[in-house]
């Protein structure tokens, strides 16, 4: 009885060690997914010289995939510069706990 009592701690450990193993690798994806969005942006944003048009899509782009997209344009007309901000949300899968993260960045 024993041996049964202690390959089921074995087991249940094993359990959470792999369940916490893979909650940290699709948090990663989803970070890297979301840097990687971000980069995209900010790259598209400099290439337009900062159109209206481009940053819409942008963001309707963003909601599409779940994020949350702010570009703040400010300057001159010749000397426009850009705070490129990018939210989204974790879930931690059986906990419920929620985080939010935001990647900022600027374009020039």
């Given at each position: 009885?024993?041996?049964?009592?202690?390959?089921?701690?074995?087991?249940?450990?094993?359990?959470?060690?792999?369940?916490?193993?893979?909650?940290?690798?699709?948090?990663?994806?989803?970070?890297?997914?979301?840097?990687?969005?971000h980069g995209s942006v900010v790259t598209q944003?400099?290439?337009?010289?900062?159109?209206?048009?481009?940053?819409?899509?942008?963001?309707?782009?963003?909601?599409?995939?779940?994020?949350?997209?702010?570009?703040?344009?400010?300057?001159?007309?010749?000397?426009?510069?850009?705070?490129?901000?990018?939210?989204?949300?974790?879930?931690?899968p059986l906990a419920g706990i929620v985080k939010?993260?935001?990647i900022e960045g600027y374009s020039r």
């Amino acid at each position: 009885m024993k041996m049964v009592i202690e390959h089921f701690i074995t087991f249940l450990l094993l359990l959470i060690f792999i369940w916490i193993g893979i909650a940290y690798i699709i948090q990663n994806v989803l970070y890297s997914s979301a840097r990687e969005f971000h980069g995209s942006v900010v790259t598209q944003v400099e290439n337009s010289y900062f159109d209206a048009d481009v940053i819409e899509d942008c963001e309707k782009r963003a909601e599409k995939a779940g994020y949350e997209l702010k570009v703040q344009v400010y300057g001159e007309e010749n000397k426009k510069d850009a705070k490129i901000t990018l939210g989204f949300r974790y879930v931690i899968p059986l906990a419920g706990i929620v985080k939010k993260y935001e990647i900022e960045g600027y374009s020039r």
